[in-house]
Structures are given as C-alpha cells and as structure tokens.
C-alpha cells in the first residue's frame, strides 16, 4: 500500500444555524474551499460521510447530489454512514482508496444539516444511531444513554460531577479562539453545573449541539504531494482503525469501557507505531462530557478511571501532557454529525502545520483524532505526523 | 493491487414481505448463507449497502448494529449509501479493500426492509433519491422520471409501449424458475399493458415493486482463494466501475441517455480488457422497464436506440445473444434496494458456476452486473469472469 498524504482542508466559515444554505451549499462550500487550499485541478474520487440527509432534509443518494453540486464531473462519489462516526469513516475510505492504487486526488468531506428539522425530530433522527428495537422503542434517547455511563463511572471511580464540568469548561476555552466555532464563548464550573438539566447528570452545557456544516480533506499518494502539492508542510497519515461494539449499551459486560475506541486505536497505534506517550494531540469524540472522559482511558492516555483527575488537573488542555480538543471539540465548535470526523482531521493538520494561531499546540509533531458512532458502537481512528 | 474473488453468496430464503423478521434478521440470515457457502471461519471487515435504514425502519448506524449481531467479532464495518446502487457500491469498495492489501476476508452485504412502512411513506423514502429541492418537492417521484424517459425514448427512437412490455415479460419468465424471487409468476404483453396505470406509459407491470431482503457475498484475494477456498468455482473480479451524473433528470442533454452506466461501463470494460460481446450473460438496474433498455444501450451491448427492438427479438432471453436479467431482474425478482447490488453479483456468480439450475446461460464465463441510483445519478458495474 502507497503512504498517503492530506494536502488540503476546507470547512464553512463558520458553524451553527446556516438558515440560508441547503446541505448542497454547505458540502460544496467546504469541499471548494479544501480543493483550493490544496491546489489541486481535479478530483478522482470523492466520499461524504452522512449520517442521515435521510431524517434531517429528506435527500439521500448524497453520493451523486454532491459530485454534480461540486461539478468536478462525473467522478465516482461514495456515502459513508456509521452515525456520528461517519465523517471519520469517510476519511478511511478515501485513505483506502489512495492508499491502494486505485485513485490519486480523492476528496474526504462530510455534511450534515440539522437544523431543518424541530427538536423532537431532531432527537428521533439522532435516536436511530442506537438500537431502535431494544433502546429507542422503550424511551432512551442519547443524552440518557450517556448519562448512565456517567452514572456508571462515578460510581465505579469515584468521577466527580465538577470533572465532567471540567471537560465543557476546557472546551469552551479552546472553542472561543477558534473562529470557525459555533460557540466562541467561555463558560464555568458553576455555570455548566447550573445549566439546565437534561438527564441527570448532564446538564445541556455536558452535551453537543445540533449544527449545520460541513468539512472537507484532501488525500493523495504522499510521493505526488512532495513533488506537486508544497503549499503547506505535507502531513502524512500514518495509522487508520476501525472497530464496532454491541450497539446497545446493555449489551457490554462494562458501561465505563468504550471497546471499539480502545481496539481502534490499538490498530491505529500498531500501524503507526507509536504509543500514547508519542502523541502531541488528540482530538476525541465528546458529544457528551463524559465520553471525552471515557475515549481518553479507552486510547490509553490514562489509566481506567483516571480520565476525571486527568481534566481536572490540566493534562488535556493546551500546554498540558496531552492536549484534547485544541478545536473546541464538539461541545464548542458545534456536532453536524456526519462532518465532525473529518473537522477532527482538519484540526489536527492545521495544528502539525503550525496554522492554529492562539491555540497553537507548540512542537505539535504527531496529531490523533478519534471519531464515534452512537454511544460506542463503532469507532475510527487516525494518527497523523509532519512529514 | 491485488487480484480479487468471490468465494461465497448468500440470499434470504425468498425475498419479498418478510413480517416475521427485523432488518438485523434479513442482513444476518443473508451473510451467515455467503458465510457458510464460502466455508470461512472469520471476517475481517465487511460492507453494507443500505439506502435509507432511517426513513424504512428508524435505524441508521447499521455498520455497528449488523456487525454486533452478525457475532464475528468487533470487526469494522462500513455500511454505504448510493440510493439503489448501495449493493454495487459496497461490493466496490469491499473489492477495493481487499485489493489494496488491507484486509482478507471480507463481507459485502445489502439490505432493506421496505414495506414496515405504508405505501406513501415508501414512495417519500425512494423519493430522497431524486433531487429534493428541484424535483421531489414539485411532486415528482421515480415513476414519473421514468415515465418522462419512457416518452422521450419512444419520441426519439419510436420504441414501443410494446417493446417496453418484452422486458417485464422476458423478466418475469426468468423470474418463475428463481426460487428466491418475489414474484415467481410469468406474465404476458397484455398483462403488462392493460394492469393499473402509475405514470403514463408505464404500468404497475413496468415497475419493480417494494420488498424485504438481503444479499451478501464473500471476497478474498485471488491466491487465498485458489489454495484454500476450494468449495466452488473460482469467480475472479475482473472490473470494476463507478460514475455519478446530474442528480435531476431536467439538467441532462438527452433525457434517454445513462452518462453515469456508460462511464461506469466503460471503466469496468477498460479495466477487464473486455468488449461489450465478450460478455455471455448481464444483470442490469431494471426498476422500470424502460430502464433495461437505457442501460442496454448505454453500456453499449446494443446501438442507441435499439434496445427495444432488441428485447423483442429476444436478443435478451436467456438463449439470445446476451442474455439480460437472468435471475428476474428487479421487476420479478424483487428490490430491496440495498441489496439489489448484491444479488446481481450473486447472480452472476452462481451462473458463472453452472449452478443456476433452468436458469442456467451455457458457456457462461463472463458475466456482468451493472446497478444504479436514482434516476441514472450513479451507476456502478462489475465484470466477473471464471478463473
């Protein structure tokens, strides 16, 4: 297999309720805006990570929408859905496909819109990442699933509830220097703890929001982009993995332990090899304040349990031992679910390039992002170093 | 990249309003067939094509929830979404991973369970396939595109209400000795012509109907195959091709012809270093009638024009120059949309097998399948050859 290289990266300017743009506009928005950043002047192939333009905005076949919207030509486009992880899962194809022979400038983007649809709407659609017939069927919803793998690892560890506070705090400082974020403020302790109650124990501020955008990476064969692409420092990817777990929580011998995390980024480790200690940054999955907790331990950074202290004690903020979420995560920078994944690459290249002003990561070498589907159903991972 | 086989299939028992079982049931009971068939012990990673989970029957994330009950393990699973060509696109990129290196066994599947829905509901969930914003929200839904094909091929060409009727009788001729088939009738002319209007001119007898079911398939590399996967006939992947077009019917120079299916083809042609008479048998996207004949004629087995003439000749039966839709097609067969892709590949394997009983093409050693979306905005096709 070829080594592969990112050589462009576009988002919209910024995300949050794009009222005046419908999913074409916000997907070509991005993907225009990656084409240029790499220079390229043409694409080979294209996938698009989406977890359902189905329930949000009645369009599915995103797939030929999107490449006639790009107006490219007729390139081969492909969807890719594993709900939340969908973007990340994007990634890894196009990675597949450059890496195999088979294409050379293979566009990754991912989209959703959410805002088109009510609340309630909104959670039903999100509610179709989890087991219908054995979750959502009985009542659960996500921010319920997510509070009792809260509930589970305070009890089991003794996490405190101004920990999981801690998460949203340190994101929400990283988001308000980021200005492609839809939320660029800071917020408190005091005032994630005191927002209002959605499933006890996460208040609204320890959950994501629903959002409008897209995002969109370049890839090629990291030999053409030495030769043809030096707009920017070339980062070269180095370590894909991919796992699934039950989809119903009730299924895992463990509610605190994310398996499909922890296996996928086992392969990405072995692959890349490097281990946790090596990695300068991480960007993780935090739809929920604990699930940033949780995906720490299950990547290795700290031990079982000790993802609560290790926030808490400034190990993940910028400028501490392992910095997560640089971009806000997203709590901050907002949650279009089938784009998330590939934001997260987004990040982590402008980070290795040196590109991300105040929140800059300083000798940022070697970047992971970590993207998941449902409450731990499926996850994927990348590692990325400065070439 | 490496050479490619098919080493095992697996169908539901026969498709059609299947009540008793979930979509989890229908896509396990299919890969536990192509599981068994192949005589493997593990998966590597598998794909699963699947157009609208969400719409059909409320659940999405169905990478993590087949790959949970399909009980291999927590393998990667990526499920892919192209409307009606979500089979043939899984079967592309779980080729394309095997190729590439990456991984050795794998399972390409596809499923839906389409009729949990009404009528209506149905007709709005193959809607999403067509532009949203230009064409479904003005009223317009697939057999009225096609419909508008139909016309324009009949103004164009002068084929005939009747040349359109030889496909569904020819279909459902073949259909009656598939075991697995929806529909396992024959039918006439007249009873094509004279059943319930949809869309002028074509009749509920021109149109491949809603159903439950599931397909999948399982590939390894060629050499893998030959010295260990010894059970059947080895089928090698010879080529395979992927195109998208304009997403809305209005935005085409010429209504009748399929861009997508003639680059797609082209490509599949290219890569086997086949010509359209090197292939002895063809499964092609019949949803409606006129369909069989666009794609005929766009993948180049007859002139622009004459493939209604040619359907009634019977250059298409089974026993005529290229025998078309051999399992029934959509129309007899069936068309759970995910998983038509798939049970084309089968088809053809089981053909290029000798296995495929009354059905069976003499001699048959080249076969290809060709599946599409919407109305003709993607398009992906396979050529499959002995090895």
Known sequence: MR???????????????????????????????????????????MYIGCMSGGLFVGQEHLSSIMADYLGYGNIPATRVESACASGGLAFRQAYIEVASGMSDIVLAGGVEKMLDVDGAAAT????????????????????????????AHMHKYGTTREQLAHVSVKNHKNGSKNHRAQFQFETTLDGVINSVLVADPLT??????????????????????????????????IGTGHATDT???????????????ELSGKKAFEMAEKKPSDINLCEVHDCFSIAEICV??????????????????????????IPVNTSGGLKSKGHPVGATGIAQIIE???????????????????????????????????ILEVN
């Not at 897209?214 to 420092?233: Q, R, S, T, Y």
């Not at 079982?304 to 202290?309: L, S």
């Open 3 to 45: 080594d592969v290289a990112v050589i462009g990266i576009g988002m919209n300017e910024q995300w949050g309720e794009l009222w005046e743009k419908s999913i074409r506009d916000i997907f070509v928005e991005a993907a225009l805006n990656a084409i240029n950043d790499a220079g390229v002047d043409k694409i080979d192939s």
């Open 124 to 151: 039903y659609a999100l509610s179709t990442a989890a087991d219908q017939e054995y979750e959502c069927f009985h009542g659960i919803t996500f921010p319920g699933l997510y509070a009792m793998i809260a509930k």
């Open 204 to 237: 609204i501020m320890d959950c994501s929001p629903v959002t409008d955008g897209g995002a969109a990476v370049i890839l090629c064969p990291l030999d053409l982009a030495k030769k043809k692409f030096k707009n920017h420092e070339i980062i070269k990817v």
């Open 247 to 261: 989809i119903a929580l009730h299924d895992r011998k463990d509610l605190t332990w994310l398996t499909a995390v």
């Open 296 to 321: 720490t331990e299950a990547l290795g950074f700290f031990e079982p349990g000790k993802g609560g202290p290790a926030v808490e004690s400034g190990f993940t903020s910028i400028g501490g031992k």
């Open 348 to 382: 982590i290249t402008e980070q290795l390039r040196g590109d991300s002003g105040e929140r800059q990561v300083k000798n940022a070498k070697v970047g992971m992002a970590q993207n998941m589907g449902g409450s731990g159903g499926s996850s994927v991972c990348h």
